[in-house]
């Protein structure tokens, strides 16, 4: 199965733009998708496909895939966008899904 | 709207069986692949299994053989039977709609605890 890698924590003055990145073979493929999660909370899909954002998501979330890596944008954060971010996509056989181990973003 | 609603969590012993339900509304799970994730406490997402078809449905290394994912379309529901369970099966599971793209989660339930002690 592939592996997804991911910083265990970034952080982002307010108001500042901040990179997340996710790295792997299997997103050679695949796109990769985005989740938020806050403490004690369900994830929350932010962006999927090759920039998608679903409904109620705001437009600085953003995302790009080349190659083997994969990144979520977060321009001009806010301090309710601190949180746990994951990414996800599917594992070489195509058929099973594989999450990163996740990133903690600070706003300060 | 869509909602997720999973229950059957609890404290089990090592080697016991549990059975998870997700009940979903507003969309029926015929029209949907689904999946199951966890959580272990202060970890990250784990991928469990996903159901596409009565005949295609795919488990992660760490629970193949042991737990059985199925679907009852009557009951609009999704199920995660999970037997010879183990410590480190001690989680909140997490039942999600997946895209065509077979990859991304788009709804989520709220979860439900399952804990392995003795």
């Known amino acids: 199965s592939s592996e997804l890698t991911q910083d265990p924590a970034v952080s982002v003055a307010l108001g500042q733009t901040v990179r997340i990145t996710c790295q792997g073979d299997?997103?050679?493929?695949?796109?990769a998708s985005w989740y938020q999660q806050k403490p004690g909370q369900a994830p929350v899909l932010v962006i999927f496909?090759?920039?998608n954002r679903p409904s109620g998501i705001p437009d600085r979330f953003s995302g790009f895939s080349s190659g083997s890596s994969a990144s979520l944008t977060i321009t001009g954060a806010q301090a309710e966008d601190e949180a746990d971010y994951y990414c996800n996509s599917r594992d070489s056989s195509g058929n099973r899904v594989v999450f990163g181990g996740g990133t903690k973003l600070t706003v300060l | 709207e869509v909602q997720l609603v999973e229950s059957g969590g609890g404290l089990i012993q090592p080697g016991g069986s549990l059975r998870l339900s997700c009940v979903a509304s507003?969309?029926?799970?015929?029209?949907?692949?689904m999946s199951w994730v966890r959580q272990a406490p202060g970890k990250g997402l784990e991928w469990v299994s996903v159901?596409?078809?009565?005949?295609?449905?795919y488990y992660a290394d760490s629970v193949k053989g042991r737990f059985t994912i199925s679907r009852d379309n009557s009951k609009n529901t999704l199920y995660l039977q999970m037997n010879s369970l183990r410590a480190e099966d001690t989680a909140v599971y997490y039942c999600?709609?997946?895209?065509?793209?077979?990859?991304?989660?788009?709804?989520w339930g709220q979860g439900t605890l399952v804990t392995v002690s003795s």
């Open positions: 496909g090759q920039n």
């Open positions: 507003g969309f029926t799970v015929s029209s949907y692949y």
């Open positions: 999600a709609t997946v895209l065509r793209d077979m990859l991304t989660m788009d709804y």
């Open positions: 299997g997103l050679r493929g695949y796109y």
């Open positions: 159901f596409y078809s009565a005949d295609r449905t």
